[in-house]
């Protein structure tokens, strides 16, 4: 699992978050959106915190629009947790550490 962020695209969404082995967090995000940007350092923090735990992976929704149409992702930030190819958890808007936190930490 990886101690940093991870950015994914349509083309390997699937294998890196969806089929991918252990927890995932999928943050679904676009580059001018402040509160996604804002998000980012508190990203890069937990995927430290939890290297060995989870894999964190980011998808800009402009530039890869074919998964989030498949997701229903109508918001962002979007954060899915997948377990198992499976939607575990969701949360839907801004987030703290502390948000961020309780959201994977009954999947990890």
């Known amino acids: ?10 083309a390997d969404f699937d294998a890196k978050a969806v089929k991918a082995s252990g927890t995932v967090l999928a943050v679904f995000r676009a580059e001018w959106s402040d509160v996604c940007r804002a998000l980012d350092p ?11 735990r989870i894999t964190i992976c980011r998808l800009d929704i ?3 629009p ?5 997701y ?3 918001a962002i930030p979007t954060l899915h947790v997948f377990q198992g ?5 969701t949360w ?7 948000r ?9």
């Open 1 to 10: 699992m990886a101690s940093t962020v991870v950015d994914v695209t349509d």
């Open 72 to 74: 229903n992702i109508t």
């Open 42 to 52: 508190v990203l890069a923090d937990v995927a430290k915190e939890y290297a060995n």
């Open 62 to 64: 402009d530039k890869s």
């Open 92 to 98: 839907i808007g801004p987030a703290n550490k502390t």
């Open 100 to 108: 961020v936190v309780n959201l994977i930490s009954p999947h990890t």
């Open 66 to 70: 074919e998964t989030p149409r498949k």
């Open 85 to 89: 190819g499976k939607i575990a958890d």
